[in-house]
């Protein structure tokens, strides 16, 4: 694990450099797999690397010259919005699956019927992405440019970059545990949508200082988020297909909001505040110790 004073006495623009340029290869790649085979773990990774470069972007912001920041937060934002649509399609087909055995028999012929809608879905954002990359790749080609610009990267002293490092940590971990404060079973999907991103972004910054054990640690907080906001997408979905097609999906509806329910307890109980609190109470201690 890297210390923060080891990060302080680093080149802060290298360390940023290296990142984005390692995560813009990966982009590169993972985009390459995935006209290559469909495969979604292939889009899956694609989209952790953007997002894990916007975060970057975001949270050290005060590193980058303004105005290349703004084109490369902007490209990276369109890349990854055009994709959020085909992860959700991807998502809601898994649970269709393990709905199958759990909605009475009368019902699965109504779930097999959205989940051959779902399917045309997918495959035709998938196909629109295939086609955009193969014929027009100069999206990605802009990315490139933009993270190998060296006039991107501001080198600041190394005591204020210390100082700010440190800063940038805390004020995120003092925000998520704010936000974390009296979450109660009727806390509004906005809320937990919003703490998510913070953990998020908690996160990227940590894999980016090397705080790796840190990182990890900070999973199950988001992984009980990202549920919660899976099913919240899912509900929509559903009223937006019975709304369209005239019908009532009332069994499949039911078991959605049930889990919702469920999620929502099990994120109240994992993002409590003292757990963040004490996760980095003890990352700090054993930092010091290194």
């Known amino acids: 694990m890297s210390s923060l004073n080891d990060h302080g006495t680093l080149e802060i623009s290298t360390l940023l450099q290296q990142n984005l340029m390692h995560a813009q290869s990966e982009i590169a790649l993972h985009v390459k797999r995935f006209i290559q085979t469909d495969e979604p773990e292939s889009l899956h990774r694609y989209r952790i690397h953007l997002r894990f470069s916007r975060s970057l972007c975001q949270e050290f912001g005060s590193f980058l010259e303004k105005k290349r920041r703004k084109v490369l937060i902007q490209t990276l934002k369109f890349l990854q919005k055009e994709t959020n649509a085909m992860r959700d399609l991807d998502v809601f087909l898994a649970c269709i699956e393990t709905y199958k055995n759990r909605v009475e028999a009368v019902s699965l012929a109504e779930l097999e019927a959205v989940e051959n809608i779902l399917r045309q879905e997918r495959q035709d954002a998938y196909d629109r992405f295939c086609e955009r990359y193969e014929c027009e790749p100069e999206m990605l080609s802009s990315l490139q440019r ?52 913070h953990y998020k972004t908690l996160r990227y910054t940590c894999d980016a200082l090397g705080w790796k054990d840190f990182a990890k640690s900070l999973k199950p907080m988001q ?68």
């Open 146 to 197: 933009c993270v190998e610009d060296a006039n991107l990267y501001l080198s600041p002293t190394r005591k204020n970059a210390s100082h700010r490092l440190e800063a940038i940590v805390r004020a995120r971990v003092k925000k998520i545990a704010k936000l974390s404060q009296h979450l109660v079973a009727d806390a509004s999907n906005e809320r937990l949508h919003q703490l998510r991103l």
């Open 223 to 290: 992984t009980a988020l990202g549920n919660v906001q899976d099913k919240h997408v899912q509900i929509k979905r559903i009223k937006r297909y019975n709304a369209l097609h005239q019908t009532e999906l009332r069994e499949l509806s039911a078991l959605l909001k049930a889990d919702l329910r469920e999620d929502k307890r099990t994120c109240i109980a994992t993002c409590k505040a003292e757990n963040l609190k004490k996760r980095f109470r003890r990352f700090q201690r054993c930092d010091e110790v290194r």
